[in-house]
C-alpha cells in the first residue's frame, strides 16, 4: 500500500514563505511523477507544480518565479518552497503522486491528506 504523507503547512503573512513536504512510502513501486495541487473553499483542485523522476518541472503560471518544487528521490520525498506568498495562495495544499506499482504496471494517481496554508494579509 502507498501512503502519502504531508507537511508545512500553516499560517504566514503575505510575503513570508513556507516549505511543503510530502513523503511517499510503501513497497515495491516506482514513483513516475510528484506534484502539488491546491484547492481554495469555493474553487475546482488546481494544479501548482510537478517534478518528473527526471527532474522535468512544471508550473502554474500563478506561482512562477515564487515557487520551488524539488524532489529528494532517495527519499521519495517532493518538497514545495512557497516565497513571496499572497492571500490568494491559501488553500488545502495535495501531494499527489503517479507511481506504478509493481514497477512494470501502469502508473495510478495516489493523493496525500492535504495540509491547510493561510496567508494572512
Known amino acids: 500500500q502507498v501512503q502519502l504523507v504531508e507537511s508545512g503547512g500553516g499560517l504566514v503573512q503575505a510575503g513570508g514563505s513556507l516549505r511543503l513536504s510530502c513523503a511517499a512510502s510503501g513497497s515495491f513501486y516506482v514513483v513516475k511523477v510528484m506534484g502539488w495541487y491546491r484547492q481554495a473553499p469555493g474553487k475546482q483542485r488546481e494544479l501548482v507544480a510537478t517534478i518528473t523522476s527526471g527532474g522535468d518541472t512544471n508550473y502554474a503560471d500563478s506561482v512562477k518565479g515564487r515557487f520551488t518544487i524539488s524532489t529528494d528521490n532517495a527519499k521519495n520525498t517532493v518538497y514545495l518552497q512557497m516565497n513571496s506568498l499572497k492571500p490568494e495562495d491559501a488553500a488545502v495544499y495535495y501531494c499527489?503522486?503517479?507511481?506504478?506499482?509493481?514497477?512494470?504496471?501502469?502508473?495510478?494517481?495516489?493523493w496525500g491528506q492535504g495540509t491547510q496554508v493561510t496567508v494572512s494579509s
Open positions: 499527489n503522486a503517479e507511481i506504478s506499482r509493481p514497477p512494470w504496471a501502469a502508473a495510478t494517481n495516489y
